[in-house]
């Protein structure tokens, strides 16, 4: 459970908040101990269905303003790091990897959208070829390869009307930077 910016985020300690805590300065985090989950009379959860036996009541209490963080777990200064590395960002470069391919054949990448926000014009350098940032499928022909900026808010590689996977034979792990046009 996280504390931070008037907000309390709850997760399993597996890498998926870890993004934001390694950002958010004045963060305070706990974790959840059975004596908390006692007090609200959660004494078997089952070991499968943890977001309707711990999460659900867990935020129904913070909703209703029953029940704060510090009541249910001790503070913890240490948390799983996320699954995924952050990009490395030097002067006029970013560079990022594939981390998934949709089913459509997308290549999306590690690098969110801020950092796109460091460049004048924005050039995408990816399996050997340049993309230029476009805002959507539609500003290129059929079969085109682009760049742009996912609904998740990071870079993808994509092909309008196909794979951009199988047509640049590309996959997860693949390096992609982000330079100045």
Known sequence: MVEYDDHIFMAPDNGLLASMLNSADGAIVYRLRQLGLDRLNISEPSLTFHGRDIFAPVAAEFAAGRMAPCELGARVG?????????????????????????????????IDQSLVRLFKS???????????LKPTYGNVRP????????????IEIARAEGSAAAGLGSERGAPIVLVEA
Request: proline share 7%; hydrophobic share 45%.
């Open 78 to 110: 240490q948390w799983t790091p996320a699954w995924i590395d952050e990009p490395n960002v030097t002067p006029g470069r970013v560079t990022g990897v594939i981390i998934t391919v949709d089913t459509f054949g997308n290549l999306v990448s590690n």
């Open 143 to 154: 079969g085109d390869y682009l760049a742009l900026v996912n609904s998740f808010g990071v």
């Open 122 to 132: 924005p050039l995408v350098r990816f399996a050997g070829h340049h993309f230029d």
